[in-house]
C-alpha cells in the first residue's frame, strides 16, 4: 500500500511538472508575441500621415500606370517589401508588369536582356554588368524574379560616364556626344527648372566645404538622371502595361524628380509613389515626412543595413 501511495504521489508530482512547463511556455510565447507586436520592424502611412495597411497600398495602385518604389540603398526593409510588392503586384493585378531600376545603366540593357533571355550564365552577366555593391543581396532577388516570370526589365539610368560630364561642364557637355551615346540619355536638350526644391537643395549642398569644382551643376547632373529615367520608363511601357520602378527615395520624393519629368513628358500618366524614411518611433509619421510620397514606408532607424 505505501508503495502504491508512493507511485500515485510520484505521478501526480510528474504531471504537475508537466503542466507547469507547459504553462511557462505558454506565458513565454505570449510575452514575445506581445513584444514582437509592439516593435514592428515598420509601418506604412499616407501622404496625410494616417496610418494603413500593406494591403491597402497595394489596392491603391492597382489603378496606377506608374509606381515608384523609392528606396534607402542600404535598408533591409525597403529591398524585403520591394520584392513582396513585385510578386503581389504580378500575382494580383491583371495587367502586364514591366520593372526597372535606377541601378541598371541605359548601356548595359543588352547584357541585361540577353541574361534574361538565358544566352549565358549568371557569372558572364556579372562579370560584364556595371553591378552595383549591394547587388547580390538586393536587387538580384528582383532580377531573378523577372528572370522566372519572364517580366522586362528596364535599365533605366543613364551611364555613369556621361552624368560625370554634365557634373564638369553641365548640359552642354554631352552634346559633343556621337548620335550612339546619346542614344543613352534622355533627348536633348531636355526641361529643366532650377527651382525645384529638391534641385536647390542640392545646390546648397554644392557649396559645403570640401565639395569639388563643378558643385554648380550637382543638380544638373541629378536633373539628367531624372529625365533619362523618365524617358526610359515611357519608352518600354504600353498603354495597358503597369510599371514599377526602383529608385533612391530622393529621386522621387514630393512628386519631383523623375516624377516632374514623367509630367513634362506624359501629363496624363498615373503615378503613384514610394518613399522610405527612417524614425526611431513607429507610432506616428513625423510631420516632416507629410506630403513626401503618397504612400511613406517608415522603418525604426536602429534597423541594421545591408551595407
Do not use: C
Not at 68 to 85: C, D, K, S, V, Y
Not at 135 to 143: A, E, I, S, V
Not at 230 to 248: C, M, P, R, T
Not at 285 to 296: K, N, Q, R, T, V
Amino acid at each position: 500500500m505505501f508503495n502504491f501511495q508512493i507511485i500515485v504521489y510520484t505521478a501526480l508530482s510528474f504531471k504537475l511538472l508537466i503542466m507547469k512547463n507547459i504553462l511557462f511556455f505558454l506565458m513565454l510565447f505570449a510575452t514575445v508575441s506581445q513584444t514582437m507586436a509592439t516593435k514592428p520592424a515598420y509601418r506604412i502611412f499616407d501622404a496625410a500621415g494616417d496610418s494603413i495597411s500593406y494591403e491597402q497600398m497595394l489596392e491603391a495602385l492597382r489603378t496606377q500606370d506608374i509606381v515608384f518604389f523609392g528606396e534607402l540603398h542600404n535598408n533591409p526593409i525597403a529591398h524585403w517589401l520591394q520584392f513582396e510588392l513585385t510578386r503581389d503586384m504580378h500575382s494580383t493585378f491583371q495587367r502586364n508588369l514591366v520593372l526597372g531600376a535606377e541601378m541598371f545603366e541605359a548601356d548595359d540593357q543588352l547584357i541585361l536582356d540577353e541574361y534574361l533571355e538565358g544566352y549565358y550564365k549568371e557569372q558572364n552577366f556579372k562579370e560584364e554588368a556595371k553591378l552595383w555593391n549591394n547587388y547580390q543581396t538586393d536587387y538580384r532577388p528582383l532580377l531573378e524574379f523577372a528572370r522566372e516570370k519572364k517580366l522586362e526589365f528596364i535599365a533605366t539610368n543613364i551611364p555613369r560616364r556621361y552624368a560625370s560630364m554634365v557634373s564638369r561642364g553641365g548640359f552642354e557637355a554631352l552634346e559633343k556626344l556621337s548620335e550612339k551615346g546619346k542614344a543613352y540619355i534622355a533627348p536633348l536638350p531636355i526641361p529643366y527648372d532650377s527651382d525645384l526644391p529638391g534641385y536647390k537643395r542640392m545646390l546648397k549642398m554644392g557649396h559645403m566645404p570640401g565639395m569639388q569644382e563643378g558643385k554648380n551643376n550637382l543638380p544638373k547632373a541629378q536633373a539628367i538622371k531624372d529625365a533619362t529615367m523618365a524617358h526610359f520608363i515611357l519608352k518600354n511601357k504600353n498603354e495597358e502595361d503597369i510599371f514599377l520602378h526602383y529608385n533612391g527615395t530622393y529621386h522621387s520624393n514630393h512628386h519631383e524628380g523623375i516624377v516632374w519629368y514623367i509630367e513634362q513628358y506624359a501629363r496624363d500618366t498615373r503615378v503613384s509613389t514610394i518613399a522610405t524614411v527612417q524614425q526611431n518611433k513607429l507610432d506616428q509619421l513625423s510631420e516632416g515626412h507629410h506630403d513626401l510620397a503618397d504612400f511613406i514606408l517608415v522603418v525604426d532607424e536602429d534597423m541594421t543595413t545591408t551595407y
